[in-house]
């Protein structure tokens, strides 16, 4: 008998120390949390099919500020004025260790390479890329797009997606490394391109698993025909070393795989219903281009200025194809409202949700390129809340870029081709990406 009682004493203290740390009392002045009944796993199969429907339905329900547990991680997501200000200002929260391990698991970069580059590589990507450097870009760019649009042919059908992607991924990374990084021959490219969508599909996936992703990363790394490091500095907007170049060259292209969603949308807008936008559009191009010829026409920087209507569009586009959410590590405990965030929480806000919001943008699910007129684009400022390339100190060094490519490739793509739509344009998916890109239905 006392020895029966000794062990279900024994089992019960057990669970308890178990409980407890698997399942710590809460502060009170700690942010609603939503967990699961297994540990460490927590949240993450609701979190995990539908992650962006999950954040919404969770602050209608939990309030602005709430936090998931999954995968053995805190999730704090905030999702108003304060929260935002907080995210992209506090000195209490870090960029770079909530990134490192997602940048290992992902491009293989040991977390001392990490920390000792990281800033001096972002600072000379921002420097090149900047707005006063984007003349640099603008001649080398046309001629890559022209280069990459003139293998399409003069006709067929093709998927837009693929179609954009076939010539936006070789043009960005020749510009930045110049020639010989991407593929040159078609099989190449097509196992390439097949290598990278692979990769970019099971990004948000694989940035959790660093084991079954190793395979994902080393996959692009021996698609690659050309070696980065022995392209001749003087050919290159960036110029990198060995170790570097995987991470940079990773990132170009996840970032060209963000740049196809609001190109894609954009350009089925456009073909699907003519609008009184979409008119102006054409009429825009013509008066600084003249009607379509043989010619291959150069655009010049000057010459996108004078585009502003496209260059709106492009904005409107970004604004509803906006990434699913960002993060930060919170290195000191952090008050929001009434709430205390403890150090280690992964601090979120999701620019697709904040985007949404009709205090920002009124109407918030119509595409309304002419909201974009009250933004100073002179002066490189957009529309209050927008928030698709991060704020503060780390926001995308190649967002002047990007724009710039989406604008400049829209203008060739209409001037020089007729698109007719053979599928009804499809609707945004319910199952919505946290990173990567969302993938439409249909």
Known sequence: MDVTMAILLALVLGLLMVKFALFPPRNPNSPPCIGGWIPWLGAAFQFGKAPLEFIEQARVKYGPIFTVFALGNRFTFVTEDEGIEAFFTSKDIDFEQAVQETVQRTTSVPAEIFYRNRSRLYSMMKGKMGTSSLYLFARPLCQELHEHMDCLGTAGTENLRDLIRSVLYPATVNILFGKGVCPTNKSDIKEFEEHFQKYDEDFEYGSQMPEYFMSLANLLEVSYPGNPSSISPENNVLSVTPFQSNAVLTGVCLACSYDLRPLQVLIQLYISEVTSFSLNIMEDIVSVFGKAGKENIEISEDNLKKLLLIKWCTLEAIRLRSPGA???????????????????????????????????????????????????????????????????????????????EVHMLVVLFLYKYEFILLDPVPKEGLFLHCLGTHVAEG
Request: with cysteine; aromatic share 14%; hydrophobic share 40%.
């Open 326 to 404: 960002i993060t930060k590590k919170v290195v000191n405990p952090i008050k929001i409202q009434t709430f205390t965030i403890p150090a280690g929480d992964m601090l979120m806000l999701s620019p697709y949700w904040v985007h949404r919001n009709p205090k920002y943008f009124p109407d918030p699910e119509t595409f309304k390129p002419d909201r974009w007129k009250e933004a100073n684009l002179e002066k490189n400022a957009f529309l209050d809340g927008f928030v698709a390339f991060g704020g503060g100190k780390h926001q995308c060094p190649g967002r002047w870029l990007a724009i710039m």
